[in-house]
């Protein structure tokens, strides 16, 4: 494409086609630099990829087949998947299976027991999460784990009461929810959300400390003093609209620092303008986009990060 | 760059160099992936001429360098060949825990199994930091049997080596945890070794700022921490914090250590002492965050740490004895002298002499919404802060706050309106 084109369009736009190309160009690329370096996490790629098509409604340019197939061999004989084929199972790659396999409608090829156990079984004593069998306890685990169960329709194998105890004693002064008691402020409001316990988050509080990531130039930042980064959209933004905050935000200008992070000539988005773009942050940006409504991109659920028609059909089914 | 037309053999040649370099330096502590452009650059500063016969590997003064022209091949070959190793050993391992019969021979291939798995995780793991599946399979061999403290802390010092080039790399500091964890399952945890940690990650934070996962590390640490060396960390990191006003997470670490210095004071047996010692720590951090905060215009870092130091300094120490009187229990004389003192770094903060530069506006912001966010945790103040302020200067504050986070004002509104 000539950098005519690229000029030509109106400032403040997503080149959604772009972006698609960008995708699907990266899910063939099996050699490149960052395919061999992130193969590891090949799952979460996927989901990435995959949701940020579904969101710009050209899910239909992949093969179903070919993905769930491989999907398939990442399952482990614990019932929880890894992030490629031969890796160990973790719940970070278990839960992308399951939002990739409820985007396709094929969440029933699953022994859903199997799955559910395996979940089900990283929960302690305290009602804290380890990711896996080795331990590290961390309350993003206690969101993927609330998130799991609720997409298989089984959150009464975990003692849900504990988990969110666990999760509100994560409660920083300051409003935000850390890793662990005591932790930095960052994100778990999503689990609390799933299971109907926002009543234990000071909405207030948290507004106030996640609408304090705004800086100047419009995007969001995911702490203080630091720069601004597109995937903080959805972490910050999903948690305003949940505790029914998003209007204290500028939204406007949230949408023009996004749009400004894309690549207008080859398609993908940045952490911030004029930066390489990869899968992580084009998928967060769309996202981003898809929370603040913006015109042609399908709308997302806050809680699951799944279009919102995916999550219904689940609800609606069985 | 022809990496296509490199046969299997050439990479599995490549992944041995890359291992026999490992091997022959076991001090190496930094390993980084240059450009083959920076070898003949690196060899001039060593004071060494090059060969030319070794293109992929730089090793001079315990420092190894990686041709980045090399990385995805040698990568591929190394984790294929951990995999490898890695199904071999878990056949065997089913294999023999089926069979009754002690087998010598079957033990000798397990442990030389074992070690080929470790050294291929390790050629991996330094390529590729974050690859769960080979942090797995060394704890899976060191929780075998009755490992010797060597193993782990040659565990430690592999993945410092490793964090030299990857220092926000998750799994890897995850993994360190879970051998701290394994070191005082089975011994003591040495005070030494958290010391040590502790100071791994302010040399990180150095060269990596604001790193979450390494200051969260550091944070994670303090629960191991006796009372006296969390005292100690407060002293020892605090020239280092007073270096880096901007980084939030170093100040948050304070935070956590203040925190556990008040936890133990609601602990059975703490006695006057313990409280006497606890409030001159907590007035020294506010008069030293006030210095800062003075010094260092606009930085928002301080100011957050100044709502947590003010909002226990008031609940914590200025409180009533006994809540029963009815009036509020944080509404006294103590509290009264004390806020009155940050009205006042508010005012002599909200000077504006010159709107050119940035700083003095981000000062006046911060200190604005810094009193708001104090009226807001604990309401009572707000009248004080109308009576102290007058009506001008208040307005001011609060159209300071509108400028840049009108929603700030937003709750506000509600709050009052419902006092009304």
């Known amino acids: 494409?000539?950098?005519?084109?690229?000029?030509?369009?109106?400032?403040?736009?997503?080149?959604?086609?772009?972006?698609?190309?960008?995708?699907?160009?990266?899910?063939?690329?099996?050699?490149?630099?960052?395919?061999?370096?992130?193969?590891?996490?090949?799952?979460?790629?996927?989901?990435?990829?995959?949701?940020?098509?579904?969101?710009?409604?050209?899910?239909?340019?992949?093969?179903?087949?070919?993905?769930?197939?491989?999907?398939?061999?990442?399952?482990?004989?614990?019932?929880?998947?890894?992030?490629?084929?031969?890796?160990?199972?973790?719940?970070?790659?278990?839960?992308?299976?399951?939002?990739?396999?409820?985007?396709?409608?094929?969440?029933d090829i699953l022994d859903v027991g199997k799955v559910s156990s395996y979940v089900a079984c990283l929960q302690n004593e305290d009602g804290s999460f380890s990711g896996d069998m080795w331990g590290e306890v961390d309350t993003r685990f206690s969101y993927i784990s609330i998130c799991c169960l609720s997409i298989l329709?089984?959150?009464?194998?975990?003692?849900?009461?504990?988990?969110?105890?666990?999760?509100?004693?994560?409660?920083?002064?300051?409003?935000?929810?850390?890793?662990?008691?005591?932790?930095?402020?960052?994100?778990?409001?999503?689990?609390?959300?799933?299971?109907?316990?926002?009543?234990?988050?000071?909405?207030?509080?948290?507004?106030?400390?996640?609408?304090?990531?705004?800086?100047?130039?419009?995007?969001?930042?995911?702490?203080?003093?630091?720069?601004?980064?597109?995937?903080?959209?959805?972490?910050?933004?999903?948690?305003?609209?949940?505790?029914?905050?998003?209007?204290?935000?500028?939204?406007?200008?949230?949408?023009?620092?996004?749009?400004?992070?894309?690549?207008?000539?080859n398609g993908g988005i940045s952490d911030r303008p004029n930066d390489a773009v990869d899968i992580y942050h084009t998928y967060f940006g769309v996202a981003g986009l898809s929370l603040l409504e913006y015109r042609g991109v399908q709308a997302i659920d806050p809680a699951y990060a799944l279009p919102v028609d995916v999550i219904n059909r689940i609800i609606l089914n069985r | 760059m022809g990496q296509g037309s490199c046969s299997q053999e050439d990479s599995f040649d490549l992944l041995n160099q890359f291992e026999h370099v490992l091997d022959s330096d076991p001090l190496i502590d930094e390993v980084g992936f240059i450009h083959p452009s920076q070898f003949t650059l690196l060899d001039k500063e060593a004071g060494s001429s090059s060969d030319g016969t070794s293109p992929s590997f730089w090793n001079q003064d315990h420092k190894l360098g990686i041709s980045s022209d090399i990385l995805i091949q040698l990568c591929k070959a190394a984790k294929h060949a951990f995999l490898a190793a890695l199904n071999e050993y878990k056949r065997h391992e089913n294999a023999s825990s089926e069979s009754l019969t002690e087998n010598i021979s079957s033990g000798v291939s397990c442990c030389s199994l074992a070690s080929k798995v470790m050294k291929h995780s390790q050629a991996v793991l330094l390529l590729s930091s974050d690859f769960g599946t080979a942090w797995n399979a060394r704890k899976l061999i060191l929780s075998k049997q009755n490992q010797h403290l060597e193993a782990f802390t040659d565990e430690l010092r592999l993945s410092r080596l490793i964090l030299s080039n990857s220092p926000k790399s998750e799994a890897t500091w995850s993994h360190r945890r879970w051998i701290i964890k394994m070191i005082s399952r089975s011994f003591s945890t040495p005070q030494e070794i958290i010391t040590k940690e502790s100071e791994l990650v302010e040399s990180i934070g150095e060269r990596s700022k604001m790193n979450y996962r390494a200051w969260y590390h550091r944070c994670w640490l303090v629960s191991y921490m006796i009372i006296e060396q969390v005292i100690?960390?407060?002293?020892?990191?605090?020239?280092?914090?007073?270096?880096?006003?901007?980084?939030?997470?170093?100040?948050?670490?304070?935070?956590?250590?203040?925190?556990?210095?008040?936890?133990?004071?609601?602990?059975?047996?703490?006695?006057?002492?313990?409280?006497?010692?606890?409030?001159?720590?907590?007035?020294?951090?506010?008069?030293?965050?006030?210095?800062?905060?003075?010094?260092?215009?606009?930085r928002e870092a301080l100011w957050l740490h100044r709502r947590f130091l003010s909002l226990n300094w008031i609940m914590y120490f200025c409180r009533n004895q006994s809540s029963e009187t009815g009036e509020s229990i944080f509404m006294n004389k103590e509290t009264g002298i004390f806020f009155d003192k940050e009205i006042h770094l508010l005012e002599s903060s909200m000077t504006v002499p010159d709107n050119k530069f940035e700083d003095f506006q981000a000062q006046a912001l911060h200190a604005s919404v810094y009193i708001l966010w104090l009226t807001k945790h604990i309401p009572e103040l707000w009248r004080m802060l109308e009576e102290k302020l007058g009506t001008e200067k208040l307005k001011c504050v609060l159209d300071t706050v509108d400028q840049e986070r009108p929603s700030l004002l937003l709750h506000q509104i509600d709050t009052f309106a419902a006092k009304q």
């Not at chain 1, 086609?17 to 395919?35: C, G, N, P, T, W």
């Not at chain 1, 799952?43 to 949701?51: C, D, K």
């Open chain 1, 1 to 107: 494409m000539s950098s005519t084109s690229s000029s030509s369009l109106q400032m403040g736009e997503l080149v959604a086609d772009k972006h698609v190309r960008y995708i699907l160009m990266a899910e063939k690329k099996k050699e490149s630099f960052e395919s061999v370096l992130m193969d590891h996490l090949r799952m979460n790629g996927a989901y990435w990829g995959l949701t940020t098509l579904a969101l710009l409604d050209k899910l239909g340019s992949v093969s179903v087949d070919e993905v769930v197939s491989w999907l398939m061999t990442c399952q482990h004989e614990s019932g929880g998947f890894a992030g490629n084929t031969g890796h160990d199972p973790h719940l970070l790659y278990t839960l992308s299976a399951l939002q990739i396999l409820a985007l396709f409608d094929k969440l």
């Open chain 1, 153 to 265: 329709k089984c959150l009464d194998k975990i003692n849900v009461k504990k988990a969110v105890d666990y999760i509100v004693s994560c409660k920083n002064r300051d409003g935000g929810f850390g890793c662990t008691p005591g932790a930095e402020s960052h994100a778990g409001q999503s689990a609390l959300a799933i299971t109907g316990s926002l009543h234990h988050v000071d909405k207030d509080l948290l507004g106030w400390w996640l609408c304090e990531r705004q800086v100047k130039s419009g995007g969001l930042n995911g702490r203080p003093e630091k720069l601004p980064d597109v995937c903080y959209s959805w972490w910050v933004l999903s948690s305003l609209i949940m505790i029914d905050r998003v209007h204290w935000i500028d939204k406007a200008k949230f949408v023009k620092f996004i749009l400004n992070c894309q690549d207008l000539e």
């Open chain 2, 232 to 298: 100690q960390e407060l002293n020892k990191s605090k020239r280092w914090a007073g270096l880096h006003v901007a980084d939030s997470s170093c100040f948050h670490y304070r935070r956590r250590l203040m925190l556990r210095v008040l936890e133990s004071l609601k602990v059975k047996g703490s006695n006057a002492n313990d409280k006497t010692e606890a409030h001159k720590i907590w007035m020294e951090e506010l008069d030293w965050n006030k210095e800062l905060v003075k010094r260092y215009l606009g």
